[in-house]
């Protein structure tokens, strides 16, 4: 079942953490002493980048003729009328299709962005975590360009779900290392990834690929994918001389609905919602609700809001693969307009059903279509028996 979480009101313009690394309470840097040199460097390099018109350049050349940005903002005509009342009105949707991108979703944009930066820093090595797998196959992919050295760490439970992204990451010359701790999920991938960048901080270069960790990740994150939202309002502009009324992303780590609303903002008249996936109910503890019912607390390296136990301990998000409604929209957008979107995006479009009764005739909602949803057939065809002729598990 998935839920929203509507964004907060508008802020200034173009928001930067503090020296601290600070957004209000959140952020910051909760990491090694050894990291902290690494972070400081990274984040002059990171500035000294962004400011240099070569840098810039470099990085929109290849997000146009390596990517294959930008892309389209889709009127998904079909999927529209499936909303149409009884009084004639309906809702326009468009899908941002970042699933058109190369690699086939939006973690390419980032991991190419902070490839170039590790080039330039005169770093050999990539580290990564990886959940669903789209992050890690883009960060072996942009190291394979670069002729960087890849490892990528997958909690097993992943690996084992996602076994056609951990042969593409090996495919594209990634060591692809299994995590057995914990609940050996991604919140497991994150821990050992940190723990070896501690061990190789001089030679490594890590690619977080969530809006998380120690300060400049969250903001380079944010910035690499701002790019989504900057096409959203100009190709609004072009296709009826506006901008999009609703925004609708879903949230697991952030960095797809970070990308889209960036930009909207400061934009008072465009709402912005994220959603997140409910899992069994948010009235039991198996949900990933995690910014509408986490507390406050630190994990990998800043001060966030975290699904926490009665004694403070973390407790890993229950996967959305069980969430019937988005199962539901996963084979709906499918049929509509033939176009098999990831799980994750899939808790963006359930959410429709519950948004678009309640909007006015003709208004405007652009869903970021974050991945393709090739990675998930087989985990889908689990719970889907009547379309593979198999039982369920």
Same mark, same amino acid.
């Given at each position: 079942?998935?839920?929203?979480?509507?964004?907060?009101?508008?802020?200034?313009?173009?928001?930067?953490?503090?020296?601290?690394?600070?957004? &209000?309470?959140? &952020?910051?840097?909760?990491?090694?002493?050894?990291?902290?040199?690494?972070l400081d460097e990274l984040t002059a390099a990171y500035e000294e980048a962004i400011n240099d018109p070569a840098f810039q350049a470099e990085l929109d050349h290849l997000l146009k003729h390596y990517v294959g940005r930008e892309s389209p903002l889709y009127h998904a005509e079909r999927l529209s009328e499936r909303y149409r009342r009884p009084d004639g009105s309906r809702p326009e949707i468009y899908?941002?299709?970042?699933?058109?991108?190369?690699?086939?979703?939006?973690?390419?944009?980032?991991?190419?962005?902070?490839?170039?930066?590790?080039?330039?820093?005169?770093?050999?090595?990539?580290?990564a975590e990886t959940g669903a797998g789209q992050h890690g196959v883009a960060t072996a992919t942009v190291c394979a360009r670069a002729g960087l050295e890849c490892v990528v760490y997958m909690g097993e439970k992943d690996m084992e779900r996602q076994a056609l992204n951990v042969f593409r990451m090996r495919l594209l010359g990634a060591e692809v290392r299994p995590v057995t701790s914990g609940t050996r999920t991604l919140k497991d991938a994150t821990s050992e990834a940190i723990r070896d960048?501690?061990?190789?901080?001089?030679?490594?270069?890590?690619?977080?690929?969530?809006?998380?960790?120690?300060?400049?990740?969250?903001?380079?994150?944010?910035?690499?994918?701002?790019?989504? &939202?900057?096409?959203?309002?100009?190709?609004?502009?072009?296709?009826?001389?506006?901008?999009?009324?609703?925004?609708?992303?879903?949230?697991?780590?952030?960095?797809?609905?970070?990308?889209?609303?960036h930009e909207f903002v400061d934009d008072a008249d465009v709402r912005l919602i994220g959603v997140e996936a409910g899992g069994e109910g948010i009235d039991t503890d198996k949900h990933a609700a995690t910014l509408t019912l986490g507390r406050p607390g630190v994990l990998h390296g800043s001060y966030s809001l975290l699904i926490q136990d009665e004694e403070g301990q973390v407790v890993d998000?229950?996967?959305?693969?069980?969430?019937?409604?988005?199962?539901?929209?996963?084979?709906?957008?499918?049929?509509?307009?033939?176009?098999?979107?990831?799980?994750?995006?899939?808790?963006?479009?359930?959410?429709?059903?519950?948004?678009?009764?309640?909007?006015?005739?003709?208004?405007?909602?652009?869903?970021?279509?974050?991945?393709?949803?090739?990675?998930?057939?087989?985990?889908?065809a689990n719970y889907l028996p009547h379309l593979s002729g198999g039982s369920t598990q």
């Open positions: 079942m998935p839920v929203s979480c509507t964004a907060a009101p508008p802020q200034p313009k173009v928001q930067r953490p503090d020296k601290t690394g600070r957004y &209000g309470q959140f &952020g910051g840097r909760y990491v090694p002493e050894t990291l902290i040199l690494a899908l941002k299709r970042e699933d058109l991108n190369h690699t086939g979703a939006h973690k390419i944009n980032n991991s190419l962005g902070q490839a170039l930066l590790c080039k330039r820093m005169g770093k050999k090595r990539i580290i960048w501690v061990t190789n901080v001089e030679s490594t270069h890590y690619i977080l690929g969530s809006v998380a960790g120690p300060h400049p990740f969250p903001m380079m994150v944010r910035d690499f994918h701002a790019c989504i &939202g900057r096409e959203t309002r100009r190709q609004a502009q072009e296709a009826w001389g506006g901008k999009p009324d609703i925004l609708v992303a879903c949230v697991g780590g952030g960095s797809n609905a970070m990308g889209l609303f998000p229950h996967s959305i693969s069980a969430d019937a409604e988005a199962l539901q929209a996963f084979q709906d957008l499918s049929r509509l307009e033939g176009i098999i979107p990831a799980l994750e995006t899939s808790h963006a479009l359930a959410f429709l059903d519950k948004l678009c009764p309640t909007v006015p005739d003709g208004t405007r909602i652009v869903v970021n279509c974050s991945g393709r949803g090739d990675k998930d057939v087989m985990n889908a």
